[in-house]
């Protein structure tokens, strides 16, 4: 069973308009999330994490928002751009030991393929 | 600072056989992930190695094995190779767990 979903495989925006990403989750004990993106035949790259202890967090043109209560994680990209064009991974993490930073493992979702077309 | 490299890129094994895959994470970062990507399942998490020692593992059978060098390079093998083995093996460095993992082109393993 996902615990990450994304149930939006495809997107598709026009240039300069937002593109909105959506990730749910069903595991209340996942306190840290991540958004990676990934092009054809390269490794997934970092974007953007939030903490379960913030509401939204912003990085240039990229923003993520996240509703505890309704176990949903949004990334916003504003405005989109021909190169955003990839495939988007939500991420989530929950402390697997008692070591918070040491045990740790990522559940991921399926994916969220973006064009954005010129 | 160089990324993190994967060999062999691609590989073609037969149904029985075993395969290693070498990951080199980016200089400085001691932990490195492993993780399956085949388009029904997404990213399955194979195992995590720091320094030398695996600190988490996935829901893989023990055909699934990896290490990890005092230089932080890491192995996988898989040994008794299945169909369902098909699929992209990526490989993740990070300074700390699981925080801003970087990753490798990854190895596409074809079993035929």
């Known amino acids: 069973d996902q615990q990450v979903k994304q149930n939006s495989p495809s997107l598709s925006v026009q240039e300069g308009r937002i593109s909105i990403l959506n990730c749910d989750y069903t595991n209340s004990m996942f306190d840290y999330f991540l958004w990676y993106k990934k092009y054809p035949a390269e490794g997934p790259t970092f974007l953007i994490s939030?903490?379960?202890i913030k509401d939204k967090n912003e990085d240039g043109r990229f923003t993520v928002f996240l509703n505890k209560s309704a176990k949903h994680l949004s990334l916003h990209i504003v405005p989109s751009q021909p190169g955003d064009s990839a495939v988007y991974f939500c991420a989530a993490s929950e402390i697997t030991g008692r070591n918070a930073g040491n045990n740790r493992k990522l559940i991921w979702g399926l994916g969220t393929s973006l064009a954005v077309n010129p | 600072k160089a990324g993190v490299t994967q060999t062999p890129r691609y590989l073609i094994k037969t149904r029985g056989q075993q395969v290693t895959l070498s990951c080199s994470p980016i200089s400085g970062h001691r932990s490195v992930s492993w993780y399956q990507q085949t388009p029904g399942q997404g990213l399955q998490f194979l195992f995590e190695?720091?320094?030398?020692?695996?600190?988490n593992k996935g829901n893989f059978p023990g055909r699934f094995s990896g290490r990890q060098f005092s230089n932080s390079r890491s192995e996988m093998n898989v040994s008794t190779l299945e169909l369902g083995d098909s699929a992209l093996y990526l490989c993740a460095s990070s300074y700390q767990g699981v925080y801003e993992q970087y990753f490798g082109p990854g190895t596409r393993l074809t079993v035929t």
């Open positions: 190695y720091f320094s030398e020692t695996q600190r």
């Open positions: 939030i903490s379960s």
